[in-house]
């Protein structure tokens, strides 16, 4: 039997008229502080704007400083840890797949939105002068929702979501942070990345996924080689072992039982293929994490 004490999943609200929602942060903090603060996942994405404070924010084993008056957005299924002790104000803005993608070019939209697909690093960027704009935005979201839902309020709350990440990702772009040119590669990339969200756990075979996206195994890797500068099999194994660092740290199951749930038919080949890729054991890994 598992001892697992599974890292917290948090679905979308129930109840809403749509799959979005705008958030005070300082209300969040002071009605889900013990929610917030220990390590947890969300099934949606978030878009968090830290206007004053200065807090650590952890997100798959990645601090982030956080500076005043900045964005940080957080791709679904992260799993992310609030600071416990700095004070906080802001706005968060939540939603869902369901919400944002009811067409095949929304779908695309998002995932070629670097702001949440960005291949090295989680996203944040500085609002600096463009403060009275995403202000206008967000006030203009909050008085649609404040408004009866009609056949227009959903196309409406997209559009203007859709023009936060716009101005933000060229906002990212200006801030220097690594860009990635859009295009086939990249296309690409995401298709592959979806994919292996949804499999790694059962399918670990370069093969199997060139099959089911239907390229060859040349293109993938030139692809996966021009956008990221590492071969499809390094995306694999960097995914599997990012959930086994989740499990190990955010769960009680045994290593044993980590291994089975990441498709490792032997405990064995789970511990070696662990060691192959970080230099020493998972039991050394969980150690090292909890003693820190």
């Known amino acids: 039997m598992s001892t697992s004490s599974e890292i917290q999943k948090h679905g979308f609200k129930e109840g809403l008229p749509q799959e979005f929602e705008l958030v005070n942060l300082a209300d969040l903090y002071n009605n889900f502080f013990d929610d917030l603060i220990v390590p947890h996942r969300a099934d949606f994405y978030q878009i968090i704007w830290f206007k004053k404070g200065n807090p650590r924010h952890m997100v798959d084993f990645n601090p982030i400083d956080i500076k005043p008056n900045s964005i940080l957005f957080v791709d679904k299924n992260s799993v992310q840890c609030f600071d416990e002790n700095v004070a906080v104000e802001g706005e968060v803005l939540l939603f869902t797949d ?5 067409t095949d070019e929304d779908t695309k939209f998002l995932r070629g939105n670097m702001l949440f697909n960005d291949l090295y690093s989680i996203s944040t960027i500085q609002v600096k002068q463009h403060t009275h704009i995403y202000n206008s935005i967000f006030q203009f979201i909050e008085q649609e929702l ?10 409406i709350l997209r559009n203007y979501l859709q023009n936060i990440l716009l101005l933000s990702e060229r906002e990212r772009q200006n801030q220097n942070i690594a860009f990635i040119n859009k295009g086939p590669d990249l ?11 949804k499999n790694f756990m059962r399918q670990k075979s370069v093969a199997k996924y060139t099959e089911q996206l239907n390229v060859t195994q040349k293109r993938l890797s030139a692809a996966t080689l021009k956008v990221m500068d590492i071969t499809p099999k390094q995306m694999i194994d960097a995914r599997v072992i990012l959930e086994a660092k989740r499990l190990l740290v955010h769960t009680l199951d045994s290593v044993k039982e980590i291994g089975y749930t990441l498709g490792f038919e032997e405990p064995t080949n789970f511990v070696k293929y662990f060691k192959k890729h970080q230099g020493f054991t998972p039991t050394e890994f969980r150690k090292k994490i909890l003693l820190a």
Not at 98 to 102: E, G, L, R, T, V
Not at 146 to 155: A, E, G, I
């Open 98 to 102: 369901n919400f944002f993608c009811k």
């Open 146 to 155: 404040n408004t009866v839902k009609d056949n227009y309020q959903s196309d």
């Open 187 to 197: 296309d690409c990339v995401i298709k592959f990345r979806d994919l292996l969200d």
